[in-house]
T-cell receptor
């Protein structure tokens, strides 16, 4: 089984809809991160969490919210999706601030 | 603020040829540096990392990278490229967060797409 899983893997939604992307990990890591990837722009950090009670905004948090339900679960929500949120979203985890391990990604299309 | 520059958007090499992918960073302190690879339709896989110590770092799949503080560079190399190395490569720098210690967040370059010709 994969150490970092993301659901769904693909999602098509309409402008204005609320959607949630979920991330789970079995690595026992305390740090979790959400990134988005756009062609030609690399990956940019949306939110990060160093433990269950710690949530921090990243570089591009506007239009997104997160929830750390447990050490192993970190969800990303788009309260009202817009087309420029169409992207590939990655969850990552790390322990003690060391190497980050990435999930397989969720491809989101907002129409 | 920290930043990472990968000057080459797309590189094409022949199978068996040597490879060097360039990465320059901007960061005030000693950086944590990483190279990740993303194969088509896949997530990111860590190739290698530099935290401290020996400036020549060995990674998986025959890759290595050298940290040169004077040039603010962390270039990735491989002596002989295989067709399976075709992918997109990302350099990243770890930025220590305000909470300090070993907590950091990654800033990525925009990536270099590698094409391998048979």
């Amino acid at each position: 089984d994969a150490d970092v899983t993301q659901t769904p893997r693909n999602r098509i939604t309409k402008t204005g809809k609320r959607i949630m992307l979920e991330c789970s990990q079995t690595k026992g890591h305390d740090r979790m991160y959400w990134y988005r990837q756009d062609p030609g722009l690399g990956l940019r950090l949306i939110y990060y969490s160093f433990d269950v009670k710690d949530i921090n905004k990243g570089e591009i948090s506007d239009g997104y919210s997160v929830s750390r339900q447990a050490q192993a679960k970190f969800s990303l929500s788009l309260e009202s999706a817009i087309p420029n949120q169409t992207a590939l979203y990655f969850c990552a985890t790390s322990s003690q601030g060391r190497t980050q391990y990435f999930g397989p990604g969720t491809r989101l299309l907002v129409l | 603020a920290q930043s990472v520059t990968q000057p080459d958007i797309h590189i094409t090499v022949s199978e068996g040829a040597s490879l060097e992918l360039r990465c320059n960073y901007s960061y005030g302190a000693t950086p944590y540096l990483f190279w990740y690879v993303q194969s088509p339709g896949q997530g990111l896989q860590l190739l290698l990392k530099y935290f401290s110590g020996d400036t020549l770092v060995q990674g998986i799949k025959g890759f290595e990278a050298e940290f040169k503080r004077s040039q603010s560079s962390f270039n990735l190399r491989k002596p002989s490229v295989h067709w399976s190395d075709a992918a997109e490569y990302f350099c990243a720098v770890g930025d220590i967060t305000p909470s300090g210690g070993s907590n950091y967040k990654l800033t990525f370059g925009k990536g270099t797409l590698l094409t391998v010709n048979p």
